[in-house]
């Protein structure tokens, strides 16, 4: 069955940094495209970042652009998201997410904490 892991969370102080992991398993990984997003206390849950299977063509919302990078390993089956010039409003679980065969799967979800 697919399993998403999410690691990498954690409180960080505004300007910092943090680098995010998903190991996936369960699926031909290397075939799809993943995703990372987000969930505020309060607020719906909204894309972060994409990347894109072969290629790795990526795409990202406008509010994390520049600042936020996601990466992918095909060999270890891990997507990454590197997080930089973090900002309070970046507070939130990230979770990683894949469609796989025409539905969702999301991992549990780490905590980012932005705060001084």
């Known amino acids: 069955q697919v399993q998403l892991v999410e690691s990498g969370g954690g409180l960080v102080q505004p300007g910092g940094s943090l680098t995010l992991s998903c190991a996936a398993s369960g699926f031909t990984f290397s075939t799809y495209p993943m995703s990372w997003y987000r969930q505020a206390p309060g607020k719906e849950r909204e894309l972060v970042a994409r990347?894109?299977?072969?290629?790795?063509?990526?795409t990202y919302s406008d509010s994390v652009k520049g600042r936020f990078t996601i990466s992918r390993d095909n060999v270890k089956n891990t997507v990454y998201l590197q997080m930089n010039s973090l900002k309070p409003e970046d507070t939130a679980v990230y979770y990683c997410?894949?469609?796989?065969?025409?539905?969702?799967?999301w991992g549990q979800g780490t905590q980012v904490t932005v705060s001084s």
């Open positions: 990347i894109r299977s072969f290629g790795g063509t990526t």
């Open positions: 997410n894949v469609f796989w065969r025409g539905s969702d799967y």
